[in-house]
C-alpha cells in the first residue's frame, strides 16, 4: 500500500490576508500527485467553498470544507490563538458555517472576527479540530510550560471534540 498525503491546512486566494494558491490549479496539482482529498482552510471564512467543491468534484479529490479561526482570550481580548475546524459532513459544514457566521456578527475586534470559547458548545458535531500548533491554545501553554494549564485544555478540546 502507498502512502498517500493528504493537505489539511491550505489558504487560497480566498484567505483576504495571506493566500495566494487559486482553486482550480490547486485541484490540478493535488489531482496529479495522487492525493485523495484537500482541506482549503482560509482564514475566517468559507468564501472558496463552492469553487472548491466544484473543481474538486470534477478533478476526482474529495473537497474538505474547512477554516482557520481564532479564539478570543477570555483574559485580554487584543489576543487570541489559532485553531482549524474542518467538516466531516453536512451537519459540521453548518456548523462550521454558523461559527464563522457568529465571529463577524458578535465576535469582532478590529476587523478581526473572534470565537469565544463557549460559543463552540453544541456546535461541534461533524467537525474534526486541529490544535492550530504554537499559535493555539494548546501550544501557547506547551510553549509556557504550563503543565496544569494543558492538561485542562486537552481535556477541554477532547470533550467538545470526541
Not at 44 to 59: D, E, M, P, S
Not at 97 to 108: F, K, T
Not at 123 to 140: P, V
Amino acid at each position: 500500500m502507498t502512502e498517500q498525503f493528504v493537505h489539511l491546512h491550505l489558504h487560497s486566494e480566498y484567505s483576504l490576508v495571506d493566500g495566494l494558491v487559486r482553486i482550480k490549479p490547486l485541484m490540478k496539482a493535488v489531482a496529479d500527485r495522487g492525493m485523495p482529498a484537500i482541506a482549503v482552510t482560509d482564514q475566517h471564512n468559507l468564501f472558496a467553498a463552492v469553487k472548491v467543491y466544484t473543481a474538486a468534484q470534477q478533478a476526482g479529490v474529495k473537497p474538505i470544507l474547512a477554516a482557520d479561526l481564532r479564539l478570543r482570550d477570555p483574559e485580554d481580548s487584543k489576543k487570541s490563538s489559532r485553531f482549524v475546524l474542518l467538516s466531516q459532513n453536512t451537519e459540521g459544514y453548518l456548523n462550521l458555517s454558523r461559527l464563522i457566521s457568529r465571529a463577524y456578527m458578535d465576535g469582532q475586534h478590529l476587523g478581526v472576527p473572534m470565537l469565544d470559547l463557549e460559543w463552540l458548545d453544541g456546535y461541534t458535531d461533524g467537525l474534526i479540530c486541529l490544535a492550530g500548533g504554537r499559535e493555539g491554545i494548546l501550544g501557547k501553554a506547551l510553549l509556557n510550560n504550563l503543565k496544569d494549564d494543558v492538561k485542562q485544555i486537552s481535556a477541554h478540546w477532547q470533550a467538545l471534540f470526541p
